[in-house]
């Protein structure tokens, strides 16, 4: 099993976090994990790594300097300064070894809480990609900006199961860089935009239980009518995700996260060097002040979840 990550140095504590998740629920496996380098990563982040794999699996780090050198010059200029830590989703073909046909990427900020052997064993041979429907897949304003139907869809990228041999044999690369080149004025969550706009007629979509995120769970009425047509999917899929998805600026690992799950998470933490470590976050201080002035005035705080609650969070 080929896991593809990329990691800069701030975000080396959580994607342990969720290595160690995914090598505790899914015993057994033989893996090979590859790592993007991001800003700042360290030779200690990176025995960090390999020391949460574990002796039995293999890990390879990539440096993208060099390699994407080529592709940040064609970029329009606003756009240059993310590609290492959001467009390299678009050049895995080209970033890893002509070897790999098939790659599965996983973002940091998720734990991954039962078995993915079968999301890896996922036939894909006809599709250049899989991936599950972002919790804004019905915003009206995602298909009037990229210009396609919202019945093609609209992806979150936390997850992706890459077909690279598809890639590399239809010449994919070149679809990407028409869109970046061309279409950048139609661009604003980048890599999630450029994906869902390339592949919005050839994909595969993915249950939501491979990539549950956290605001389905949300009380607020846009995001709940944003997925109508997909409500009963959400809630069997919210009786015990395989992948659950924190997304948003809130993060478990933060002082202030105001999202569900945030124990289940701590108990992987838990599980690595990083034990009860917290970041204080800008909300931080701003929800201290918040909470005193609330408590002077004597007046509820208001609470951000609805009142479901799914099984795995009782």
Same mark, same amino acid.
């Given at each position: 099993? =080929?896991?593809?990550?990329?990691?800069?140095? !701030?975000?080396?504590? /959580?994607?342990?976090?969720?290595?160690?998740?995914?090598?505790?629920?899914?015993?057994?496996?033989?893996?090979?994990?590859?790592?993007?380098?991001? /800003?700042?990563?360290?030779?200690?982040?990176?025995? !960090?790594?390999?020391?949460?794999?574990?002796?039995?699996?293999?890990?390879?780090?990539? #440096?993208?300097?060099?390699?994407?050198?080529?592709?940040? !010059?064609?970029?329009?200029?606003?756009?240059?300064?993310?590609?290492?830590?959001?467009?390299?989703?678009?050049?895995? =073909?080209?970033?890893?070894?002509?070897?790999?046909?098939?790659?599965?990427?996983?973002?940091?900020?998720?734990?991954?809480?039962?078995?993915?052997?079968?999301? %890896?064993?996922?036939?894909?041979?006809?599709?250049?990609?899989?991936?599950?429907?972002?919790?804004?897949?019905?915003?009206? $304003?995602?298909?009037?900006?990229?210009?396609?139907?919202?019945?093609?869809?609209?992806?979150?990228?936390?997850?992706?199961?890459?077909?690279?041999?598809?890639?590399?044999?239809?010449?994919?690369?070149?679809?990407?860089?028409?869109?970046? $080149?061309? =279409?950048?004025?139609?661009?604003?969550?980048?890599?999630?935009?450029?994906?869902?706009?390339?592949?919005?007629?050839?994909?595969?979509?993915?249950? @939501?239980?491979?990539?549950?995120?956290?605001?389905?769970?949300?009380?607020?009425? @846009?995001?709940?009518?944003?997925? /109508?047509?997909?409500? #009963?999917?959400?809630?069997?899929?919210?009786? =015990?995700?395989?992948?659950?998805?924190?997304?948003?600026?809130?993060?478990? %690992?933060?002082?202030?996260?105001?999202?569900?799950?945030?124990?289940?998470?701590?108990?992987?933490?838990?599980?690595?060097? %990083?034990?009860?470590?917290?970041?204080?976050?800008?909300?931080?201080?701003?929800?201290?002040?918040?909470?005193?002035?609330?408590?002077?005035?004597?007046?509820?705080?208001?609470?951000?979840?609805?009142?479901?609650?799914?099984?795995?969070? $009782?």
């Amino acid at each position: 099993m =080929d896991i593809l990550i990329l990691t800069s140095h !701030a975000y080396c504590m /959580p994607y342990c976090v969720m290595l160690t998740s995914l090598i505790h629920n899914t015993p057994g496996i033989d893996l090979v994990l590859h790592v993007m380098e991001g /800003p700042g990563l360290t030779s200690e982040d990176k025995n !960090a790594i390999i020391k949460t794999v574990g002796n039995n699996n293999k890990v390879l780090f990539y #440096e993208l300097g060099d390699m994407l050198e080529s592709l940040i !010059a064609k970029l329009p200029t606003d756009r240059k300064d993310r590609i290492t830590s959001v467009y390299s989703k678009l050049f895995v =073909d080209q970033i890893l070894p002509s070897s790999i046909d098939k790659v599965l990427w996983l973002d940091g900020d998720m734990i991954v809480r039962h078995s993915i052997v079968d999301l %890896w064993n996922t036939d894909i041979t006809d599709y250049p990609i899989a991936y599950v429907r972002d919790v804004g897949n019905n915003n009206v $304003e995602f298909y009037n900006r990229l210009g396609y139907s919202y019945n093609d869809g609209y992806f979150n990228t936390g997850v992706i199961l890459y077909n690279l041999k598809y890639w590399r044999q239809n010449n994919v690369n070149k679809d990407i860089m028409n869109v970046l $080149e061309y =279409d950048s004025n139609r661009i604003s969550i980048l890599d999630q935009d450029v994906l869902s706009l390339v592949f919005h007629k050839k994909k595969k979509v993915l249950p @939501f239980k491979y990539n549950f995120q956290t605001w389905f769970l949300l009380k607020n009425k @846009f995001i709940q009518i944003s997925i /109508p047509d997909y409500g #009963e999917d959400i809630m069997k899929a919210s009786v =015990d995700p395989v992948i659950y998805h924190y997304i948003g600026s809130d993060k478990p %690992w933060m002082y202030i996260c105001d999202q569900p799950g945030i124990k289940e998470w701590e108990s992987y933490q838990n599980m690595t060097v %990083w034990g009860g470590v917290k970041i204080k976050n800008q909300r931080f201080f701003i929800k201290k002040t918040r909470s005193l002035i609330k408590k002077l005035l004597k007046r509820p705080g208001n609470k951000m979840f609805r009142g479901y609650v799914p099984p795995f969070l $009782e």
